[in-house]
RNA sequence: GCGCCCGUAGCUCAAUUGGAUAGAGCAUCUGCCUUCGGAGCAGAGGGUUGCAGGUUCAAGUCCUGCCGGGCGCGCCA
């Protein structure tokens, strides 16, 4: 409905432009937006206001031009149109059209909500990426929560997305985490060794050295050469946390398809091999002994050093060929989520990209802002310095996982997050994430209780109530919702957009009874159901939350 | 000091990226259960969008300057 009102109004659009010889601007386009407020029809456009400016014309005069053009092509797509506020063009839908896209939510079950805009285009996200060093905190589980839901949601939009968890298990965070397992070894079997400075004082290292002596049955790490110990001690702390934190993404439904190695990137010359690169480009120079990459040329304010006058590369060398790869794997399109630590290294990230390649607008680096946990309305403390963690595993296990991922996800990413750990538990109207599962599962049970099968033989004109052209409405928004999600790479769209379905179905439940002697209209008041059911459960599964059918 | 981000209802946040009367949830108050799930619905109060200018038919949104807050600024990772 929504396109073929698109395409007319574009083609008159098109008409009056060629009638006065004028042009037609470059990123001219005709948008149709649902209106704000009742009683403005089912789409409106601005685009009158658009085109004055050009063609010189009052702007409802202009929507007066554009209206008769619609009538003058006969066989109308909308009931009727209307200027207001000035030039606002409003359309209103005849209600059997209004209503056929229950029918076709029905007919497209879990495929309703899908499309092509992404066309197969080929796109990495990479999130999380959590130096192995320890548990996942609270911040690492809210970009795990945003990024795999972006990555559904990326899917449905058409993208053949890649999800990749970047493993730091080289360089210098890595020997420390190794050095401290190592003093705790000693300290376990009765030998003083103080934790290196800047250690990891978690008390899951001494559980890891305490895993190495009795599961391992390695005592005598102490007798062998000291370096090889250590590289044990490192590898074996690794694996550990890894299996930990690959637990917590399985509990909270997150899927990364690929664990990309840094040690790899080493060990098949990768960094070497991404600096010949950029040499071979010329952005690359030395001085005072160190090797730069120019990344100046690509709007940082500084330039960086990639490999040092010691010879050792920066954190900058590996991570530049890690995006090499990318690049040569062919990802068409980068999504970077990353800690808000992590903001200034944007610049010369995007600027690296850029010089192996990438075109400024396919690089996306996003910041996930940190999550404040409150209790009893105070901010619950997390310190990580005191070893003391308050780790997502705690979080997921209190709450649940339904109730963390839909927190997480329900702001805009960039934003710091407060978290109401009482309300996320509150089994009751307050939460939110109970509000749109409940809706899913009173439909379900509504659909059990009518022992009629819903069909898509009705008569759509049927559902003329403001609440069923509401509902009708906002279930017809999905498709764009998604793509909108998927655009502007904000999984929390969809958080707010379920709400509202939740919302809207609620209001016409309450206000129609769907179960009654009216058989034609019961059929058509199931459909409509079994399509806000449809919409909710795609919805919910994008953003990794179960669809309960009884609660 | 330089650079980036933010400032919207008592609180937490929206506002279709420049559109119409700035909207939701929580909190407060008032109603609604003899029938499909009340974990719901309806209604009320609450705003000079930090301040002052400017651009525009149209500004919470763009520009300039203040005020207030956050973050970043290493041959660290």
């Known amino acids: 409905m929504k396109f073929k009102i698109e395409t007319t109004l574009a083609t008159i659009v098109e008409k009056l432009f060629t009638a006065r010889g004028i042009e ?19 789409l409106s456009t601005n685009v009158a206001f658009k085109l004055s400016k050009i063609l010189k014309k009052k702007p409802a005069e202009t929507a007066g031009m554009i209206i008769a053009a619609f009538e003058e092509l006969g066989d109308s797509p909308v009931e009727r149109m209307e200027i207001a506020g000035g030039g606002f063009i409003y359309f ?79 360089g210098r965070q890595m020997n420390l985490l190794a050095r401290s397992v190592w003093a705790r070894y000693h300290e376990l079997l009765g030998h003083e060794m103080a934790l290196p400075e800047d ?68 060990e098949k010359k990768s960094v070497e091999h991404a600096l010949e690169v950029l040499r071979q480009k010329g952005f690359l120079f030395e001085n005072e002994g160190a090797l730069w990459f120019r990344s100046t040329d690509f709007g940082d304010d500084k330039d960086r050093v990639v490999k040092k006058s010691t010879g050792e590369y920066t954190y900058l060398a590996p991570d530049i060929a890690y995006h090499l790869s990318k690049y040569e794997r062919g990802y068409e399109m980068l999504v970077n989520f990353w800690g808000p630590d992590h903001h200034g290294y944007i610049p010369r990230l995007r600027a690296a990209c850029q010089a192996l390649g990438y075109p400024p607008e396919a690089i996306h680096i996003g910041i996930v802002q ?27 296990d209190e709450v649940g996982v339904d109730a963390t991922r839909f927190f997480f996800t329900m702001r805009r990413q960039e934003s710091p997050l407060d978290f109401d750990l009482d309300l996320a538990k509150e089994r009751s109207q307050e939460n939110p994430v109970y509000y749109l599962q409940y809706a899913h599962a009173r439909i379900a049970s509504l659909l ?29 928004q999905f498709p764009e919702m998604i793509v909108a999600a998927s655009r502007l790479l904000e999984p929390y769209r969809l958080a707010d957009y379920l709400r509202q379905v939740a919302a809207c179905f609620h209001k016409f439940y309450s206000f129609h009874r769907i179960v009654t002697e009216d058989k034609d209209l019961t059929k058509a008041r199931l459909l409509l159901s079994d399509a806000t059911r449809i919409v909710l459960r795609n919805g919910l599964e994008l953003l990794g939350i179960s669809q309960p059918e009884s609660m």
């Not at 037609?24 to 029809?41: I, T």
């Open 24 to 42: 037609k601007p470059a990123g001219f386009s005709c948008e149709l937006h649902p209106p704000r407020g009742a009683g403005r029809g089912d």
């Open 92 to 170: 209103f839908f005849r209600k059997k059209d209004l209503g056929s896209v229950i029918v076709a939510i029905h007919q497209a079950d879990r495929r309703y909500g899908s499309s092509d805009y992404g066309k197969g285009k080929k796109v990495i996200v990479e999130f999380v990426s959590a130096n192995p060093t320890g548990p996942m905190t609270i911040a690492h589980g809210r970009q795990a929560a945003v990024g795999d839901s972006l990555c559904r949601i990326l899917k449905a939009a058409g993208y053949d997305v890649h999800a990749e968890y970047y493993l730091n298990d080289a």
């Open 199 to 266: 250690g990891y004082k978690g008390e899951y290292v001494r559980q890891i050295a305490r895993d190495i002596i009795e599961k391992e049955k390695k005592d005598n790490l102490l007798q062998g050469p000291e370096d090889k110990a250590i590289e044990y001690c490192g590898a074996y702390a690794v694996e550990t946390i890894m299996s930990w934190i690959k637990t917590d993404f399985a509990k909270m439904r997150v899927h990364f398809d690929h664990y990309f190695s840094e040690k790899t990137l080493y």
């Open 370 to 396: 940190l999550t404040t946990l409150f209790r009893e309305g105070q901010p619950v403390r997390m310190s990580t310095r005191a070893g003391e963690f308050v780790t997502l595993r705690e979080l997921y």
């Open 448 to 476: 059990k209780f009518a022992e009629e099968k819903v069909t898509t033989e009705v008569d759509l004109g049927l559902l003329s109530s403001r609440e069923e052209g509401e509902l009708i409405g906002c279930l017809s």
